[in-house]
């Protein structure tokens, strides 16, 4: 079954790293729309490639957010520094961990000088200096505005930049008005035309949704941890009720995706390490509401509601919505015991992990309550052990990827001194 269409990928990919730093992913949009015109006058590569070609080239910053945060309110001063670090980093986040390996290696590349890059034996070496002049043109005439002149770069033609690419971006800026385009916003339209060519399998598109739960840990990294926390526990009640394989699998996705909009609130309020006061806790509530904006006609309407469902409570004291027990589904029970345990086991800034006896004692007292549905919380209390076990033993194959780009990028950054 399709969970979110191909190009609905691209668009929320887009909008939750937009939640972290809106200037980087602008940018690189405007770097896509750029790289996208000039191949495609060129007619090199399908529609199809294209906007494969559209996706890395929009997300060809993403390891800033690991490596630069300090950084990212100044384009040009990340930009026109060593650009190493946020380049490999980038490679092995998409190397990794999107369904695109292939295409990952541009973004390792997409900051060489021309000249080193004619060493390289890459397919697609050619986007990464296209990319390179793109995201040059980009930052200068934002930065410079109207004493900004294209034709500054032509002195590096041949040696930082690719001169083929330089005549093929001044041919369609002349031909298409693309700089002008993107002053005035409406590059946006024709950009927006080659998502309809993204196709992916849904094997592809969950990957790419994975994705979001690493993409997360650019934010807080504790999301991370949390969050697949929810989802094992989620799937570890979903197989003891039986569940069939289409819920379980709406439930993993909601898991997935329930604190998406965490991104959107306060840092500062997330990870205080104290009781919160009544107007923090009112900012935190609006998580929801910025999830279902960034979901809301992208993803199943089914399995929206079950995560915007997860902090609703059988007694109506939940929110947004105030629901009570016979307006949950117990799909939506599932989700809010699996993310009300995952917070009381995993280690906050101001308590350490909850012990067991704490954490069933709650799940009963919720359950006498009639927050809790009775379903999920005796299908949790009766297997407690076991499924801790499995959820330890998932939690690290889940995390080794996170855990194998962090140790190969402190490897390459100690051989680079970066």
Same mark, same amino acid.
């Given at each position: 079954?399709?969970?979110?269409?191909?190009?609905?990928?691209?668009?929320?990919?887009?909008?939750?790293?937009?939640?972290?730093?809106?200037?980087?992913?602008?940018?690189?949009?405007?770097?896509?729309?750029?790289? /996208?015109?000039?191949?495609?006058?060129?007619?090199?590569?399908?529609?199809?490639?294209?906007?494969?070609?559209?996706?890395?080239?929009?997300?060809?910053?993403?390891?800033?957010?690991?490596?630069?945060?300090?950084?990212?309110?100044?384009?040009?001063?990340?930009?026109?520094?060593?650009?190493?670090?946020?380049?490999? /980093?980038?490679?092995?986040?998409?190397?990794?961990?999107?369904?695109?390996?292939?295409?990952?290696?541009?973004?390792?590349?997409?900051?060489?000088?021309?000249?080193?890059?004619?060493?390289?034996?890459?397919?697609?070496?050619?986007?990464?200096?296209?990319?390179?002049?793109?995201?040059?043109?980009?930052?200068?005439?934002?930065?410079?505005?109207?004493?900004?002149?294209?034709?500054?770069?032509?002195?590096?033609?041949?040696?930082?930049?690719?001169?083929?690419?330089?005549?093929?971006?001044?041919?369609?800026?002349?031909?298409?008005?693309?700089?002008?385009?993107?002053?005035?916003?409406?590059?946006?339209?024709?950009?927006?035309?080659?998502?309809?060519?993204?196709?992916?399998?849904?094997?592809?598109?969950?990957?790419?949704?994975?994705?979001?739960?690493?993409?997360?840990?650019?934010?807080?990294?504790?999301?991370?941890?949390?969050?697949?926390?929810?989802?094992?526990?989620?799937?570890?009640?979903?197989?003891?009720?039986?569940?069939?394989?289409?819920?379980?699998?709406?439930?993993? /996705?909601?898991?997935?995706?329930?604190?998406?909009?965490?991104?959107?609130?306060?840092?500062?309020?997330?990870?205080?390490? @104290?009781?919160?006061?009544?107007?923090?806790?009112?900012?935190?509530?609006?998580?929801?509401?910025?999830?279902?904006?960034?979901?809301?006609?992208?993803?199943?309407?089914?399995?929206?509601?079950?995560?915007?469902?997860?902090?609703?409570?059988?007694?109506?004291?939940?929110?947004?919505? @105030?629901?009570?027990?016979?307006?949950?589904?117990?799909?939506?029970?599932?989700?809010?015991?699996?993310?009300?345990?995952?917070?009381?086991?995993?280690? @906050? $800034?101001?308590?350490? $992990?909850?012990?067991?006896?704490?954490?069933?004692?709650?799940?009963?007292?919720?359950?006498?309550?009639?927050?809790?549905?009775?379903?999920?919380?005796?299908?949790?209390?009766?297997?407690?052990?076991?499924?801790?076990?499995?959820?330890?033993?998932?939690?690290?194959?889940?995390?080794?990827?996170?855990?194998?780009?962090?140790?190969? /990028?402190?490897?390459?950054?100690?051989?680079?001194?970066?």
């Amino acid at each position: 079954m399709e969970y979110i269409k191909s190009k609905d990928i691209y668009l929320l990919m887009r909008d939750v790293l937009k939640l972290i730093n809106p200037a980087l992913i602008e940018h690189g949009s405007r770097v896509a729309y750029i790289v /996208y015109k000039m191949l495609r006058e060129e007619s090199r590569y399908e529609e199809f490639e294209l906007a494969d070609i559209v996706m890395i080239a929009t997300m060809h910053d993403i390891g800033a957010f690991k490596t630069e945060q300090s950084r990212l309110n100044d384009m040009l001063q990340y930009e026109t520094r060593d650009s190493m670090a946020h380049s490999i /980093y980038g490679y092995l986040f998409f190397r990794y961990l999107s369904p695109v390996p292939d295409l990952s290696k541009v973004i390792m590349y997409h900051c060489r000088d021309y000249e080193k890059l004619q060493t390289v034996d890459y397919e697609y070496k050619e986007v990464a200096a296209y990319i390179n002049i793109a995201e040059k043109m980009d930052i200068y005439s934002m930065t410079m505005g109207s004493q900004f002149d294209s034709r500054m770069f032509q002195k590096q033609a041949g040696t930082k930049f690719s001169s083929a690419g330089l005549d093929r971006f001044y041919q369609c800026d002349a031909k298409y008005g693309m700089l002008s385009k993107i002053k005035e916003g409406n590059y946006k339209e024709e950009l927006k035309e080659i998502t309809d060519y993204m196709i992916f399998n849904n094997e592809d598109k969950k990957k790419f949704v994975e994705m979001l739960i690493y993409c997360m840990g650019f934010f807080r990294e504790e999301m991370v941890l949390d969050t697949v926390t929810t989802i094992c526990i989620c799937r570890e009640i979903a197989s003891r009720l039986f569940l069939p394989e289409q819920e379980k699998e709406m439930i993993y /996705y909601a898991a997935l995706l329930h604190d998406l909009g965490m991104i959107g609130v306060s840092r500062d309020v997330v990870a205080a390490p @104290r009781k919160l006061k009544q107007e923090e806790i009112k900012h935190i509530q609006t998580h929801v509401d910025i999830t279902e904006e960034k979901l809301k006609g992208k993803m199943d309407p089914e399995i929206l509601s079950i995560a915007l469902a997860h902090h609703e409570r059988g007694d109506g004291s939940g929110y947004p919505h @105030r629901l009570s027990d016979r307006d949950i589904t117990l799909q939506q029970s599932v989700l809010q015991v699996g993310d009300a345990v995952s917070a009381l086991i995993n280690k @906050r $800034s101001f308590r350490d $992990s909850m012990p067991k006896k704490q954490v069933v004692a709650y799940l009963n007292e919720e359950v006498a309550r009639k927050r809790f549905k009775i379903q999920p919380v005796s299908v949790l209390v009766d297997s407690y052990d076991e499924i801790m076990q499995h959820i330890k033993r998932e939690m690290a194959a889940i995390l080794k990827m996170y855990q194998v780009i962090n140790a190969q /990028y402190a490897q390459v950054s100690q051989k680079y001194n970066i």
